[in-house]
């Protein structure tokens, strides 16, 4: 377990400094997606579905969304 903290702190410093340098349209379409995947999983969970089923349709969904969404406000 002590050598695993390490590694796990390395992997999310790593993870996290990717997403530095995101335009606003990459920011939404990853914040949509995530939201969309999360709020599937726990919709499919709750009914008794396929929880993967549901994350990936939700995030597909929600990146979709979080897509549509920007290129409406540049639009204004």
Known sequence: ???????IVL????TLG????????EERVL???AIGAGAGALGTALTGGCVS???ALGG???AGAGYLLD??????
């Open 31 to 33: 914040s949509g997606g």
């Open 71 to 76: 290129k409406s406000e540049d639009r204004k």
């Open 11 to 14: 992997v999310a410093a790593l």
């Open 18 to 25: 990717g997403c530095s340098n995101l335009s606003k349209t």
């Open 60 to 62: 597909a969904v929600g």
């Open 1 to 7: 377990m002590t050598r695993s903290v390490p590694l």
């Open 53 to 55: 089923c549901g994350a």
